[in-house]
C-alpha cells in the first residue's frame, strides 16, 4: 500500500501518521486482496535485477538517508541531495554491476550506498540528456491530457476534447498559446527554487513518501522512483504556471500543493497498461532526478 498525492490530506501530511492506523489499513488491505487479487510479486532494481527483501530495505535506508542529507551547518540542500542519489542509481545501475552475483550486488549496494550517503563530497552536477529534456515534454503532456480527459465526457467522438489535446502537444512543445487554463508561459519568469521553506518542506516531505512506497513489486524499483520524480517536475511546472498566472515571481507552498494535485492522477495508471509503459519511457529515466536536481528549473526546456 502507498500513499496517494492526489490526496489533500496526504500533500499537507495531516491527521493521523501512517503508524498510527495500521490496524485500519491492514483491515483494508485484506478486503482489497480478496476482492482484486494479485500475483505475488518480486523486487527487482531494474528489469532483470532481482533484489533480496533485506537489499530492498538497504536501498530504501539508503536514499532516505541520502535525501535527508544535511551540510556542516544543518542545511539541507534537496537539488544536491537528489543529484547525490541520481549518481548513486547511476553508479549501481550499470551494465557491470547489475550482473554481479546476488550476494556480490547486496555487498555492493551496501557498502557503496553507505558511503556516498554519509560522505560530504560535493554531490555530482550533470545535466540532464538533450533526449531527456525533450521527453519531459511529453510526460508534461501525458500529464495536461489526462487531466483534459478526466474534464470531459465519456461518451461520443470527442472532436472537441481531440483538437484540445493536438492544440496542448503543440503549446507543451512552444509551438501555439495556451489551451484553456493551461499557458506554460505563465511560468517562464517564475523562480522554481526550494529556498522558501514551506516549498522545500512540501518536496522533501513527497520525496520521503516515494522512497518509503518503493519496492510494491508493480515496477523496477529505480523505475518507481522516476516516475515519482517525473510527476513531481510536472507539479513543479503547474506550481511555476499558477504562480505566474497570479502575478508572483517565485512559486510558494501553495501553489505547489495546487500542483501536486492536478499532476498526479497518472500515479494509478495500471503499470502493466501500455498507457503506463509508455509514461515510464517519457519519464526520461535518470534524466528525471538530474532535471529536478538542476538548479531551479523543473522541466528546463518548458521555459527555455
Known amino acids: 500500500m502507498s500513499a496517494s498525492f492526489c490526496c489533500p490530506t ?17 483491515g483494508l488491505y485484506n478486503d482489497w486482496a480478496r476482492a482484486y487479487p494479485e500475483p505475488k510479486r518480486t523486487f527487482e532494481l531494474v528489469a532483470g535485477r532481482p533484489l533480496s527483501g533485506a537489499t530492498m530495505a538497504t536501498l530504501r ?36 554491476v547489475v550482473k554481479l552475483a546476488p550476494d556480490r550486488f547486496a555487498e555492493y549496494v551496501e557498502l557503496t550506498g553507505r558511503y556516498a550517503a554519509a560522505s560530504d563530497r560535493p554531490s555530482p552536477d550533470r545535466r540532464a540528456s538533450a533526449v531527456g529534456r525533450v521527453l519531459s515534454r511529453g ?3 501525458a500529464v495536461l491530457a489526462a487531466r483534459e480527459q478526466l474534464r470531459s465526457p465519456a461518451s461520443g467522438m470527442r472532436l472537441g476534447l481531440r483538437a484540445r489535446l493536438a492544440r496542448l502537444l503543440a ?12 499557458d506554460l508561459r505563465g511560468g ?15 518536496v522533501l516531505h513527497y520525496l520521503r513518501a ?16 522516476v516516475m515519482a520524480v517525473a ?27 495546487e500542483g501536486l494535485l492536478e499532476t498526479m492522477d497518472l500515479a494509478h495508471a495500471e503499470p502493466e497498461g501500455a498507457y503506463a509503459k509508455v509514461l515510464v519511457s517519457l519519464a526520461g529515466g535518470l534524466d528525471a532526478l538530474w532535471i529536478l536536481g538542476s538548479n531551479g528549473k523543473s522541466i528546463d526546456t518548458v521555459s527555455e
Not at 171 to 181: I, K
Not at 235 to 250: E, I, K, S, Y
Open 10 to 26: 496526504v500533500v499537507a501530511n495531516e491527521g493521523e501518521p501512517v503508524t498510527a492506523q495500521v490496524r485500519a489499513l491492514s
Open 139 to 141: 510526460f508534461l503532456f
Open 188 to 202: 517562464r519568469l517564475v523562480a522554481r527554487g526550494l529556498e522558501d521553506p514551506a516549498v522545500r518542506d512540501l
Open 171 to 182: 503549446h507543451t512543445h512552444g509551438l501555439g498559446p495556451g489551451v484553456g487554463d493551461v
Open 210 to 225: 516515494a522512497v518509503e512506497d518503493l519496492g510494491t513489486g508493480r515496477r523496477p524499483v529505480v523505475d518507481e522512483l
Open 61 to 96: 535506508d539508503v536514499l532516505r538517508t541520502m535525501l535527508d542529507h544535511a551540510d556542516a551547518e544543518g542545511r539541507v540542500d534537496v537539488r544536491a541531495n537528489v543529484r547525490r542519489i541520481a549518481g548513486f542509481l547511476d553508479d549501481i545501475t550499470r551494465h557491470r
Open 231 to 257: 510527476l513531481l517536475n510536472a507539479a513543479l511546472a503547474f506550481a511555476a504556471m499558477r504562480a505566474g498566472q497570479a502575478g508572483r515571481t517565485a512559486i510558494d507552498g501553495a501553489s505547489l500543493g
